[in-house]
């Protein structure tokens, strides 16, 4: 049984930092598209982030400069590194582990990342 689960959240204030972990179980997932997704209060879940099995990311235009994506397929582990952290960016924030060839992708519940002012 496949299964990914998000770490690392909690309440920060503004400017400081926090990273999350998203660790996946039950298959390889060294060939797939990670991505990270958030979802404020009353709005609509986005992208942040996401990183190729091949190492190649890209990010929000929001996000840019102050987080950083990374993955480490010996653990099945990725990676969101968050910087100068803004009250905007509080959220739940979501892995997403996607196999393109296989039509399949998963989602972690989610973990709650709060920035005070």
């Known amino acids: 049984q496949v299964q990914l ?4 959240g ?8 926090l990273r999350l972990s998203c ?8 060939i797939d598209v990670m991505a990270w997704y958030r979802q404020a209060p009353g ?17 929000a235009d929001s996000v840019k400069g102050r987080f950083t994506i990374s993955k480490d397929n010996a653990k099945n582990t990725g990676y969101l590194q968050m910087n100068s952290l803004k009250p905007e960016d509080t959220a739940i924030y979501f892995c ?16 709650l990342v709060t920035v005070s002012s």
Not at 5 to 8: A, D, H, K, L
Not at 23 to 30: D, E, K, L, M, Y
């Open 23 to 30: 660790a996946a179980s039950g298959r390889s997932f060294s």
């Open 43 to 59: 709005k609509q879940r986005e992208l942040v982030a996401r990183i190729t099995s091949g190492g190649d990311t890209n990010y």
């Open 96 to 111: 997403n582990r996607d196999f393109p060839d296989e039509g399949i992708n998963y989602w972690g519940n989610g973990t």
């Open 10 to 17: 909690g309440l920060v204030q503004a400017g400081g930092s």
């Open 5 to 8: 689960v998000e770490s690392g």
